[in-house]
Every structure is written in C-alpha cells, then in structure tokens.
C-alpha cells in the first residue's frame, strides 16, 4: 500500500512538471490522454483495486479519486488560464500598435535623378500626344547608319566614334535615332513617338563626356508636317522641362545626315545672365537638335515623302539632366555613390 500511495505522488510530481512545459493549446489534451487515458498509470492502480484487501481499498480508494479529481480540474483551469492569456496578449499587441510611430534611421529606396526626369519628361511628352518607343541598344549597321542616310563609306560616319562588335555589322548604337526607322517600319501614321535610352561612342571619360550616356530621340510624321511643329514642341517641351513660362530659344542652322533642312535650338543659360563655365561664357546653351526627317529616311521607313513629312530630334538627356539639377560632371549620374544620389 505504501508503494501505492508514493506512486500516486510520483504521478503528481510529474502530472506538474508536464503542465509547466505547454506551449501550445492541444498540448492539454496529450497531457490529458497521458495522465488520464485507458494507458495511463492512474487506469492501471484504479484497475488493480480489486486485488486489494478490503482496509487497503479503504484508503488507496479516496487517495486514487483525489488524484483523479485534482488532475482533471487542474488540467481545466490551466486551459482556460491558457486562452484568456492568449486572447489579452493578442488585443495588447493590437494596442499598442503605432501606425505614426516615427522609426529614427530608416533608410528610405528613392528613384535614380535619371528616372526622376525621364519620367517627367516622358509625362510631358504624353500630355501632347507622343507615345513612348524602345529599342534595341546592340544595333545593325543599317539602322544605325545607313537608313539614316549615311551610306558606308561616307565621311559623316566620323561624326560618331563606334564601339563594333565581332559580329559583322553589328554595333552598340552611336544615338537613338535607329529607332525611327525602326518604328516607321512597323507602326501605322501619323506616328508621335518618343524613345529615351542609351547610346554608345568610343570616347575618352570626361566631366561632360561617358562612352555610355542617354538620348531621347522624337518624331512627329504625318500630313503637312512643317519646321514651325518642331520650334513650337522644343519650345513648350523646355519651359515645362524648366518650369519656365517664357523660355528664350535660338534657332541656328546644324548638320545631320538623316534631316534637311536640319537645326540647332539653344536654350538660354539657366545658371547665370551675363555668361558662365557651364554655357562657356555665351549665355546660350545648345539643348536640341533637329529638323525635318530626309526623304531618304522616309523611303527607308517605307513612306512616301511626296505625300508625308515630319520632324525629328535628338537631345542629350544626361545632358538635360545635369543642367536641370545643376549637376557638373556626368560621372556623377553614374557612379552610384549614395551621398550623391541620397540628395534627389
Ligand atoms: N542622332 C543625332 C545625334 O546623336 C541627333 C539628332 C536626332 C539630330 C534627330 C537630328 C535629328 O547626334
């Protein structure tokens, strides 16, 4: 009997030392099955009551019905304790959730000033009815060049230093202006486009020169397309650019193989008023070349220029983007340093 009774308190002292380790709901009820089920020591003495003489039942009867009591209940309270726990703990995180809640030093992603402005650009653009192209930057020589009206051979190919490849014919594109071809091929007129990206020329680095740096070429076709068109867009394009509401502009005479008649249009100064480093002491600044696309171009494109004409143009973006944010070597745009990109 006596062996009966220390095992009822060893049964305890581990019924105890069990509960104290739950984590989880569903271990009250493996609890329950170990300490109560059919397989459970507690079943086995209540079952091996009948062996014992009448006096020892006597004792060893209560003593097991106590136990029994004492697990079922305790098992009971700790379950419900356990939820009630669960359920504050879930509402306090609730509260004292802080929506405005400022966390010092967090780093904040932004866009690239590059993006900053084609994006803006691109907005511009699109509030006078272009649309925005793409192509590829591995080019042919045919587009690059010769459906521009630069046969080979011919002495305007010096205007652009060329990375070629190994693959015959093939080159990293010297400025964005394959694309129109590209696009009259393809796309139904009248065609207003836009097409921002890179170029490629082998030149040595500079503060204003890079082998790699943006473009955004333009192109307007469709009936009685003329010169003025063009003026008008550079013009409404810069003082938006600028956020300027009147914007001198100076239109001189440029050349480019793949436009007739073709121009330059500078922009004044946005720095100084009387002449500085960045306008080279001339107070103009040249921002926009262009003019009307050759007959060439456009047969090449498919279209016939007796019935068709447009205006195309070519500006620096990186160029653009120095000047808008003051930006005075075009490493910069580039490098990826953080201190200087952190300041857009
Ligand atoms: N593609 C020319 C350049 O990179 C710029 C340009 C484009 C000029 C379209 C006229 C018309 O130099």
Known sequence: MEEILAQLS?????????L?????????????????????????????????????????????QELKGFL???????RQAFIERKARTAIEKEQNFDVTAYKPGAVHGRLHPYSQAVEEIEDIFISMGYEILDGPELETDFYNFTALNIPQDHPARDMYDTFWTNKKSMLMRTHTSPVQVRSMQTLELPLA???????????????????MFMQCEGFFIDKNVTIAHMFATAQTFLKQLFKKDELDIRIRPGFF?????????????????QGCSVCKRSTWMEVFPGGMIHPNVLRAGGIDPDVYSGFAFGFGLSRLVMLKYS????????????KFLEQF
């Open 327 to 338: 930006i005075d070597d075009i490493r910069h745009l580039y490098g990826g340093k953080l």
């Open 257 to 273: 193989p793949f436009v007739e008649p073709g121009f330059e249009i500078d922009m004044r100064c946005p720095f100084c008023s």
């Open 10 to 18: 060893s049964i305890k002292q581990a019924f105890q030392q069990d």
């Open 193 to 211: 486009a836009i097409v921002p990206g890179r170029t490629y020329r082998h030149e040595a680095v500079d503060a204003t020169h890079d082998f």
């Open 72 to 78: 079922e209940s305790t098992i009971e309270e700790a």
């Open 20 to 64: 104290q380790k739950i984590q989880l709901l569903r271990e009250f009820d493996d609890l329950k099955i170990s300490f109560l089920g059919k397989k459970s020591p507690l079943q086995g003495l209540l079952a091996g009551m009948k062996e014992l003489s009448v006096d020892n039942r006597r004792t060893v009867g209560p003593a097991l």
